[in-house]
């Protein structure tokens, strides 16, 4: 199997000539499932490959109201002031074919994240082994989490369209990788291409809430997909989950604890995540001819804990590619229900700790959508330009994409981005 990056030159050339985009989303939907044969045999020599992508971005918003965030794992965002630390980053991908059956993958990225600094982490390190050739691997190791269609791709700028994944989509998400192991079967179905993939394994990240950081560490993820592709068409439906280990920390962890003091243990459990599950179900689909792409993903994400709240979210994009230009336009939304929770207290003299509680459970609000507006532009082989435009409209309560927020903020906010995406 060819690594990635060399998966990235050959269909960069596949597209100048055939003008296709959903070449390069193959390539990141095949790297976890059997070689692909095209172009297999160019490279069959080749045991060890080393490359990299990058993206050099500079983002800012019309307000400071709000920080805007790509996603739940970055510190701190971005306001009037432009900033290169939204989109910017670095990955580094060495790829050894020990055997015939038996391949080793390791990718490091440093980029803006839960520190408030880009310290690089090691994003995958797995080994891939081919059990049935072509139709049953096996991985062992660290992989990049596939909870919704793409995510395992989302620092790979070059692989999409927009100059981020739709944050109204993804932006809930705070882990990028999994430690265990994934099974993945292909078989062909009529005239397309059926894949099952499984995976399980535990999580080992951190991500910020506040000043302090939350950890995701020892939390068991599984999950599995179903994704068929027929000609133009490909078609994903995901399904994933994750159990915590810890509970948030300050100022829920001491709201938790205030509850619990004077008797209100039944709000102080219902806003645990120790050992409670949330639940993650997409689906999605891609279509792709000549210049023309277009893709759209509907999620749910359930919380059994109230300290969360339900979320339906969605996107749909379409572009047209015009020579070296494809003009893009977007749409993405994601909406939250509120839980009803009551401390059972009376308001006096615990007026202050019920508020604390309803302000709690405020804060994981959403409600908002999002129109974005851009150009890609391939000026030169293996890298691209992208300027996009996104115009985010809200209820003034969403803020839960946003890590700060003040009274002052109405729901809006417009995003402007300049990015240079990289494949080496």
């Known amino acids: 199997m060819p690594s990635l990056i060399d998966r990235f030159r050959k269909q960069d050339r596949k ?19 059997p070689a692909q044969a095209e172009g297999e045999s160019e490279i069959a020599d080749k045991r060890f490959e080393f490359g990299g992508f990058g993206t050099l971005g500079v983002a800012q918003t019309d307000s400071n109201d709000a920080q805007f965030i790509r996603d739940q794992s970055q510190a701190k965002g971005i306001g009037k002031t432009p900033s290169a630390k939204l989109d910017s980053l670095l990955g580094l991908q060495v790829y050894f074919r020990a055997t015939d059956s038996l391949e080793l993958v390791t990718q490091a990225i440093t980029r803006y994240g839960p520190q408030g600094n880009f310290q690089p982490d090691i994003s995958w390190a797995f080994a891939k ?6 139709n049953l691997t096996l991985r062992v190791g660290r992989m990049g989490t596939e909870f919704y269609m793409l995510a395992d791709s989302r620092h790979v700028g070059y692989s999409y369209l927009t100059v981020r994944p739709p944050v109204d989509f993804f932006g809930e998400l705070a882990f990028h990788y999994v430690d265990g192991f994934d099974l993945v079967g292909t078989l062909p179905v009529g005239d397309g291409v059926l894949k099952l993939k499984t995976f399980a394994g535990q999580s080992n990240e951190v991500a910020p809430i506040g000043k302090e950081i939350f950890s995701l560490r020892r939390n068991p993820m599984y999950g599995a997909y179903l994704d068929y592709q027929q000609g133009n068409w490909q078609w994903r439906a995901t399904y994933a989950q994750m159990t915590f280990k810890h509970d948030l920390p300050a100022p829920v962890s001491s709201l938790q604890e205030q509850l619990a003091a004077v008797g209100a243990s039944t709000a102080a459990r219902a806003i645990a995540l120790t050992n409670t599950t949330s639940r993650f179900y997409s689906a999605g689909g891609v279509y792709d001819r000549g210049p023309l792409q277009v893709q759209a993903m509907l999620s749910y994400t359930a919380h059994e804990s109230h300290i969360y709240q339900n979320t ?3 996107y749909l994009i379409g572009g047209y590619r015009l020579g070296e230009f494809t003009p893009f336009l977007g749409y993405s939304w994601s909406k939250s229900k ?3 929770l009551s401390s059972g207290l009376p308001d006096i003299p615990f007026h202050d700790l019920n508020v604390a509680l309803a302000g709690a459970l405020a804060r994981v609000h959403t409600d908002q959508h999002t129109w974005s507006l851009g150009t890609r ?5 293996n890298m691209a330009l992208k300027a996009q435009v996104d115009m985010i409209r809200g209820k003034p309560e969403s803020i839960f994409l946003y890590p700060t927020s003040t009274p002052k903020f109405d729901g809006k906010l417009n995003v402007f981005s300049l990015a240079l995406d990289f494949v080496f």
Request: charged residues 20%; glycine residues 8%; aromatic residues 14%.
């Open 15 to 33: 597209r100048e000539q055939s003008g296709t985009f959903l070449a390069l989303l193959a390539v990141l939907f095949s790297l976890s499932g």
């Open 129 to 134: 082994y081919a059990l049935i050739p072509n």
């Open 312 to 314: 339906k979210a969605g």
């Open 338 to 340: 509120s839980k009803e």
């Open 377 to 381: 532009w391939d000026f030169r082989r």
